[in-house]
């Protein structure tokens, strides 16, 4: 019995310096999976915060979904791969891009407006994006007894309808190339002359990468433009004082808690710390697996999720008590103890949880980086106090630590 419980105390330890080491030094010479390879937020790096305004009273979903797409590429174009494009309120759009230092010259980089255009092979330019009056992802059969496969249909209007008409009866067999911002996006080949105003644009498309090219045809003929209504550089120096006293105050409150924790309740408190030090590995290990970006509220999400883990704990050690108190030997005081914390544990969680996916769903910017890292603390830490904890508690009166006197109680 004392071997099997060793074994598997050696086994949890070789998991939780694995785990540490993987989030200190990482895999490869780009150190993924570590703390390195987690990306962070404009408040932590510095960089640009711009907000769009749309110049028009009623703006849809369709119409706000085109124009992120639009000024996402523009982005990922622009080699910025870590900036974000996301709807804000029902008419704006916010654009964050680390690692900037001048607003102004990102705006100009950005633009406000598609320049999308259709051509030829030679170049000439057959009709613009402002003719295109639809363009929708469709899933069906593109030839007689095909498959049904993904594809970009395109609705023109009256100009649209003629001009294309004309472009495709002098362009059959050969390919008509969709341009926006002088970047090729798609080159199919005429195979008839269209004349009912409306296209498909057929490829190996995925079903996302048919609603892109759809998102990206419909930017280059939206009906209103963007407009800069805020613009602000944030300071990188600022943002790495912030992160550095956010890492101290949570080292800090991380230290005091694990020696509360050993002096409190000392071999369950130990077992605590144990799979503390597992929860934290987890955590950093999901930002960075997930490419979550780490905003300095979402360091406050952490800190707090830590002190959720802890209070589990707590819980289940004084549940633990009472049975012991009563009179019920270690092991089964131990079981009990676990099975009386449960309820408590996950409604707990779960109203927590409930409170996080609403901020992440309603919220926006910062928000929900706090929302992000409080939902991953949330779920690990239910699986840290209710699993991890159990099997060092477990493992440890195994190897041979039976007297409750070392579990911080005074039994009689």
Same mark, same amino acid.
């Given at each position: 019995?004392?071997?099997?419980?060793?074994?598997?105390?050696?086994?949890?330890?070789?998991?939780?310096?694995?785990?540490?080491?993987?989030?200190?030094?990482?895999?490869?010479?780009?150190?993924?999976?570590?703390?390195?390879?987690?990306?962070?937020?404009?408040?932590?790096?510095?960089?640009?915060?711009?907000?769009?305004?749309?110049?028009?009273?009623?703006?849809?979903?369709?119409?706000?979904? %085109?124009?992120? =797409?639009?000024?996402?590429?523009?982005?990922?174009? !622009?080699?910025?791969?870590? &900036?974000?494009?996301?709807?804000?309120?029902?008419?704006?759009?916010?654009?964050?891009?680390?690692?900037?230092?001048?607003?102004?010259?990102? $705006?100009?980089?950005?633009?406000?407006?598609?320049?999308?255009?259709?051509?030829? @092979?030679?170049?000439?330019?057959?009709?613009?994006?402002? *003719?295109?009056?639809?363009?929708?992802?469709?899933?069906?059969?593109?030839?007689?007894?095909?498959?049904?496969?993904?594809?970009?249909?395109?609705?023109?209007?009256?100009?649209?309808? #003629?001009?294309?008409? @004309?472009?495709?009866? @002098?362009?059959?067999?050969?390919? $008509? *190339?969709?341009? *926006?911002?002088?970047?090729?996006?798609?080159?199919?080949?005429?195979?008839?002359?269209?004349?009912?105003? !409306?296209?498909?644009?057929?490829?190996?498309?995925?079903?996302?990468?048919?609603?892109?090219? &759809?998102?990206?045809?419909?930017?280059?003929?939206?009906?209103? !433009?963007?407009?800069?209504?805020?613009?602000?550089?944030?300071?990188?120096?600022?943002?790495?004082?912030?992160?550095?006293?956010? $890492?101290?105050?949570?080292?800090?409150?991380? #230290?005091?808690?694990?020696?509360?924790?050993?002096?409190? /309740?000392?071999?369950?408190?130990? &077992?605590?710390?144990? #799979?503390?030090?597992? /929860?934290?590995?987890? @955590?950093?290990?999901?930002? =960075?697996?997930?490419?979550?970006?780490?905003?300095?509220?979402?360091?406050?999400?952490?800190?707090?999720?830590?002190?959720?883990?802890?209070?589990?704990?707590?819980?289940?050690?004084?549940?633990?008590?009472?049975?012991?108190?009563?009179?019920?030997?270690?092991?089964?005081?131990?079981?009990? +103890?676990?099975?009386?914390?449960?309820? %408590?544990?996950?409604?707990?969680?779960?109203?927590?949880?409930?409170? %996080?996916?609403?901020?992440?769903?309603? +919220?926006?910017?910062?928000?929900?980086?706090?929302?992000?890292?409080?939902?991953?603390?949330?779920?690990? =830490?239910?699986?840290?106090?209710?699993?991890?904890?159990?099997?060092?508690?477990?493992?440890?009166?195994?190897?041979?630590?039976?007297?409750?006197? !070392?579990?911080?109680?005074?039994?009689?």
């Amino acid at each position: 019995m004392k071997t099997k419980g060793r074994l598997m105390l050696l086994l949890m330890l070789i998991i939780a310096l694995g785990l540490s080491a993987l989030t200190y030094y990482g895999i490869g010479k780009d150190k993924q999976l570590s703390v390195n390879d987690i990306k962070q937020g404009l408040d932590l790096s510095g960089g640009v915060d711009i907000l769009y305004e749309a110049e028009k009273d009623t703006v849809t979903d369709q119409e706000m979904s %085109a124009a992120i =797409s639009l000024l996402q590429g523009r982005l990922d174009w !622009n080699g910025w791969t870590e &900036a974000e494009a996301a709807q804000e309120g029902t008419k704006r759009i916010r654009v964050q891009i680390p690692g900037v230092d001048d607003a102004e010259k990102a $705006i100009q980089e950005i633009g406000q407006t598609a320049q999308l255009m259709f051509a030829d @092979e030679d170049g000439k330019v057959l009709l613009t994006g402002d *003719m295109v009056k639809d363009a929708t992802k469709q899933v069906g059969a593109t030839s007689k007894n095909g498959p049904s496969v993904p594809y970009v249909s395109l609705e023109f209007n009256d100009e649209g309808k #003629a001009r294309f008409a @004309e472009a495709t009866k @002098e362009n059959i067999g050969k390919k $008509i *190339m969709i341009v *926006m911002d002088n970047e090729v996006i798609s080159a199919p080949t005429v195979q008839t002359a269209i004349t009912d105003g !409306n296209a498909m644009i057929t490829g190996q498309f995925t079903g996302e990468g048919a609603e892109n090219l &759809a998102s990206l045809i419909r930017a280059g003929s939206l009906p209103f !433009n963007l407009e800069v209504i805020q613009m602000r550089n944030v300071g990188a120096r600022l943002g790495a004082d912030a992160l550095s006293t956010g $890492i101290t105050a949570g080292l800090v409150g991380i #230290a005091l808690v694990l020696l509360y924790m050993l002096f409190a /309740y000392r071999v369950l408190g130990f &077992a605590a710390d144990w #799979a503390l030090i597992i /929860y934290i590995a987890l @955590e950093l290990l999901f930002l =960075s697996l997930f490419h979550i970006t780490l905003t300095l509220p979402g360091v406050a999400g952490i800190i707090l999720s830590i002190g959720m883990a802890v209070d589990a704990n707590v819980v289940i050690f004084e549940r633990i008590k009472e049975e012991l108190v009563i009179g019920k030997t270690l092991r089964s005081a131990v079981k009990i +103890g676990f099975s009386r914390a449960l309820p %408590a544990i996950v409604d707990g969680n779960v109203t927590t949880l409930i409170a %996080a996916v609403v901020l992440f769903f309603l +919220g926006s910017g910062t928000i929900k980086g706090f929302a992000t890292t409080l939902m991953i603390g949330i779920i690990i =830490s239910m699986f840290t106090a209710l699993v991890v904890t159990r099997i060092i508690v477990n493992s440890l009166i195994k190897a041979g630590f039976h007297n409750p006197k !070392n579990y911080g109680f005074r039994v009689k």
